[in-house]
C-alpha cells in the first residue's frame, strides 16, 4: 500500500511541476497573436465584401427604377424614394445612407451614374471606402 500512496504522490508533483513550469506559454502566444490579429483583419475584409455586394444589388435597384425619369432631380428624388421601400437590407433603412444621381451626356447618350455611399462606415477598413456606382445608359 505504502508503494501504490507513494506512486501517485510522485504522479502528483510530477503533475503539479507540469503545469506550473511555463516555458511554451511564450511561444504559444508568439503564435496566436498575429493569427488572432490575421483572422480578425480576414473577417473584417469579408464583412466589407459582403457590404458592398448588398450596396450594389440596391445601387443597381435604384438606377433601374430611375430608367423612365429623364430629369436628374426626379431620378434623386425617386431614389430616395426607392431607399424608403419596404423588404430592402436592413441596412439600407440606415439615415446615413447617401445617394446621388449624375447625369451625363456623351456623343447623344444621356449616362446615369448612381452613387450609394454609407456614411456611418464609409471607412470600414480604413483604406477601402464604402462607395459604389451603378451606370445605366438613358436614350
Do not use: C, W
Not at 64 to 85: C, G, H, K, P
Amino acid at each position: 500500500m505504502n508503494k501504490n500512496i507513494k506512486k501517485k504522490s510522485e504522479s502528483i508533483k510530477l503533475i503539479r511541476l507540469g503545469f506550473l513550469k511555463d516555458s511554451g506559454n511564450v511561444e504559444s502566444a508568439l503564435v496566436l497573436i498575429p493569427l488572432l490579429i490575421l483572422f480578425a483583419g480576414i473577417i473584417q475584409l469579408y464583412s466589407f465584401q459582403n457590404t458592398k455586394s448588398a450596396m450594389e444589388l440596391v445601387a443597381e435597384g435604384v438606377a433601374a427604377s430611375s430608367v423612365s425619369i429623364q430629369n436628374t432631380f426626379a431620378a434623386q428624388f425617386a431614389a430616395q424614394e426607392y431607399l424608403n421601400r419596404p423588404g430592402l437590407p436592413k441596412f439600407v433603412n440606415s439615415d446615413l445612407l447617401e445617394v446621388t444621381v449624375k447625369d451625363e451626356q456623351v456623343t447623344g447618350f444621356i449616362i446615369r451614374k448612381v452613387y450609394l455611399r454609407d456614411l456611418k462606415h464609409h471607412n470600414l477598413v480604413g483604406f477601402l471606402p464604402l462607395q459604389v456606382v451603378s451606370t445605366i445608359v438613358i436614350n
